[in-house]
């Protein structure tokens, strides 16, 4: 897919803290697909609309097209705030909310996010991600991870979100391998698989311990010559393996699913396999599409 000029039905939108992401939609299949670095971090409120038309002008035509949003644009702090909807909830039935826009083109709406009283917690672009898992997976009743920068553990059931936890191993891990004392012993590429799943024993075996491991990987590196591929392999586990010690209620005894970019959903499979758990794995991707897509076909049913 590319971002030439294509025929669109409508546009749909996935708004994260740090990228942007478009496709032009006839029906549920994209025609085409474009991205920019417009995210939610990095724009203020007046600058969304710009941001969203330099990407996606050459799908408009002359009429009013429809643009169905999920993530970060609905913040408190982004385009236009969409509030949180508390769980349990069906993500299925999320009511959008209409966005105020200057071009006449535009005709924009901005799927709510999820919230949690207590713990404490909320989400923003993931409930579109378990509203089209939900679409395709209507009979499920266990626990959805979906991997990224901030991790969230979903508990589903009757096809609600019962509950929900997130963790930040996802940016922790990139403030350690890019910006930490450990960025000089850090490869770029995952290479040791074995070294891996060690790691995730490891850390699930004694989890306190990670702050001291996390060093080792520097002093390895310096007396040892530690390889950086493996440092790398290393520290993805550990993190992941903390992950899992703090999750295990939500996985320990229930059917996972997985859904996140295909690279990491496979490393969080891996993890939960060294603990002998089995997992159905997904591409967010699609699932965010086809959540969008019902959200789509929805408005056009009560237009």
């Not at 209507?138 to 963790?167: M, N, Y």
């Not at 070294?195 to 060093?215: G, Y």
């Not at 999750?247 to 059917?255: A, E, F, I, S």
Request: charged share 20%; aromatic share 6%.
């Amino acid at each position: 897919m590319t971002t030439n000029t294509a025929y669109a039905d409508w546009i749909a939108v996935d708004w994260g803290t740090t990228h942007l992401r478009a496709w032009a939609m006839v029906g549920a299949e994209p025609r085409a697909e474009a991205h920019s670095a417009d995210g939610m971090g990095t724009l203020s409120r007046d600058g969304f609309e710009p941001a969203l038309l330099r990407l996606i002008d050459p799908w408009l035509g002359a009429g009013t097209m429809r643009i169905v949003i999920c993530g970060m644009a609905g913040a408190r702090q982004g385009w236009h705030e969409a509030p949180y909807r508390p769980v349990p909830i069906r993500p299925t039935d999320l009511s959008p909310v209409s966005v105020p826009t200057t071009d006449p083109r535009l005709s924009a709406v901005i799927i709510p996010g999820l919230s949690q009283a207590n713990p404490a917690d909320v989400m923003r672009g993931e409930e579109t991600q378990i509203a089209g898992f939900l679409y395709k997976k209507p009979d499920f009743d266990g626990v959805l991870c979906l991997p990224g920068t901030h991790c969230k553990w979903a508990r589903i059931s009757a096809e609600e979100v019962v509950s929900f936890q997130t963790c930040m191993t996802g940016e922790m891990f990139q403030l350690l391998a890019q910006t930490s004392v450990l960025r000089h012993s850090i490869g770029v590429q995952d290479g040791d698989p074995e070294a891996f799943a060690e790691a995730v024993s490891d850390t699930i075996s004694r989890p306190e311990k990670l702050t001291q491991r996390l060093f080792s990987l520097r002093a390895e590196n310096v007396l040892n010559d530690l390889s950086p591929d493996t440092a790398r392999a290393r520290l993805s586990g550990w993190l992941i393996g903390a992950e899992l010690a703090a999750t295990k209620p939500y996985w320990l005894g229930q059917d996972v699913a997985i859904a996140g970019a295909p690279a990491l959903s496979q490393a969080y499979a891996t993890a939960l396999a060294t603990q002998g758990v089995p997992t159905q794995v997904h591409d967010a991707g699609p699932l965010t599409r086809l959540g969008l897509a019902h959200v789509y076909a929805s408005l056009q049913e009560t237009a």
